[in-house]
């Protein structure tokens, strides 16, 4: 499924590996997606699995295609930012 609209995006993951961030801004919708825990004696094992494109990112990719899949979000998934 394509995307119908121009995505802004952050990725973090810091350099202890503990959390990975991805921050999606679009036109009408701005969702930040965390996944790591608060014991920070626990990590991932390595940075490919912790960077936020692999760690965080699926998850708003699952909701955005929800998001597209419903008539009642078209507003939302269909705006534009302006020129």
Known sequence: MALKTILREIR????TIKDAWFIEVT?????????????HE???RNTSLGQ??????PLFAL???K???DS????ITN???PK
Do not use: C, M, R
């Open 12 to 15: 973090a993951t810091p350099k």
């Open 27 to 39: 036109p009408k919708l701005v969702h930040v997606t965390w996944v790591g825990l608060d014991n």
């Open 42 to 44: 626990i990590g991932f």
């Open 52 to 57: 936020g494109a692999n760690a965080a990112l």
């Open 63 to 65: 909701l955005y295609q």
């Open 67 to 69: 998001l597209n899949s």
């Open 72 to 75: 009642e979000f078209t507003t």
């Open 79 to 81: 705006a534009k930012f």
